[in-house]
């Protein structure tokens, strides 16, 4: 399991108390875990659970599921436009993701 910083990815921003109510449902219902970072006791790490990750699984077999369901109620030419847009909105993607972790990055070193 990985720990997770909650807030990272908005470091911009404070966690809300909807977002904050949504980990202790998440840690209530036994998938995630929080606990005091040891290095930074102001910190808290979260991390997901075996409990947790088989739910994610089950999320995505039902997302993929639907969405076999979805695609086959289109033409074969509407699958292959599909499959095409598939790869660049994927592109598009990973560079937005990509120039937002290097934006967040900027100015912080590494110990």
Do not use: W
Request: proline share 5%; charged share 30%; net charge neutral.
């Amino acid at each position: 399991m990985f720990p997770i910083l909650p807030g990272r990815h908005t470091s911009r921003c404070r966690p809300s108390a909807a977002g904050r109510a949504r980990h202790g449902q998440l840690e209530q219902d036994g998938l995630v875990l929080r606990e005091a970072d040891p290095a930074d006791r102001r910190k808290t790490l979260v991390r997901i659970t075996p409990e947790g990750y088989a739910a994610c699984a089950r999320c995505e077999d039902a997302l993929s599921d639907y969405f076999a369901c979805v695609m086959a109620r289109l033409t074969p030419e509407q699958v292959q436009q599909m499959n095409v847009l598939r790869g660049a909105l994927m592109d598009a993607i990973l560079a937005e993701n990509a120039s937002r972790e290097a934006k967040n990055n900027e100015g912080r070193t590494e110990l």
